[in-house]
């Protein structure tokens, strides 16, 4: 059962445009949303985190958007550059026990 | 340099030879975890470890089998491995307290013929 639904599967967006990654959940009892970035031979790398009583979290150009009582969260990626182009995912953790549960993963490319 | 490092990268194997993937990580975490990654699923969590001797199923464990021996390792053992479990595989580590901040290692691309 997927816990995490994450769309779109892929993205391709023009450099300097935004990039939207969105992801919804079933599970009331998670206690953090992290982002993870993963390029092309490397392990995914945490990009940044909310906790769901916090509705905006930005950090540079990444901005998680988040909104408890849909249960969804997206990423907001402004002035997307080509080394943005990665495969990025949700995820979602309970504090209890710490398991981390990933979303299907989009893949981003940004055209030059 | 803070890393989990995983060996072999890539590994073409045959059905039902037994085989180990390794993983160490240098930063003294508690937490160690092994994810496979497939196209359109994400990744997937198989076993977990918090600590030494203590490991626990996660979401697809069957077909595998994990050991905490020592703090900094934590091999992953196909015993038997089949076709299905033809992957891309992740190491990750966390510390104690940060439970969402893992360090993953570089994969390990598994092919069973």
């Known amino acids: 059962q997927q816990q995490v639904k994450q769309s779109p599967q892929s993205l391709i967006v023009q450099k300097g445009g935004i990039s939207i990654i969105n992801c919804a959940y079933e599970n009331t009892a998670f206690d953090y949303f992290p982002w993870y970035q993963q390029f092309p031979g490397k392990g995914p790398a945490l990009l940044i985190a909310i906790r769901p009583d916090v509705s905006e979290k930005k950090e540079g150009r990444f901005t998680i958007s988040f909104n408890k009582s849909a249960k969804q969260f997206s990423l907001h990626i402004m002035d997307s550059q080509p080394g943005d182009s990665a495969t990025y995912f949700c995820a979602a953790v309970v504090n209890q026990g710490g398991k981390l549960i990933f979303g299907q993963g989009t893949e981003l490319s940004v055209k030059p | 340099e803070a890393q989990v490092t995983q060996n072999p990268r890539y590994l073409i194997t045959v059905t039902g030879k037994k085989l180990t993937v390794t993983c160490s990580q240098n930063m003294n975490h508690e937490y160690m975890s092994w994810y496979r990654q497939d196209p359109g699923l994400g990744l997937r969590q198989i076993y977990y470890?918090?600590?030494?001797?203590?490991?626990d199923k996660g979401d697809v464990p069957e077909g595998y089998k994990v050991s905490r021996k020592e703090k900094r390792n934590f091999p992953l053992i196909l015993e038997s491995p089949s076709p299905n479990q033809t992957s891309l595989y992740f190491c990750?580590?966390?510390?104690?307290?940060?439970?969402?901040?893992?360090?993953f290692g570089s994969g390990t691309r598994l092919t069973v013929v």
């Open positions: 990750a580590s966390r510390r104690s307290g940060n439970n969402y901040g893992y360090t």
């Open positions: 470890s918090m600590n030494v001797e203590v490991t």
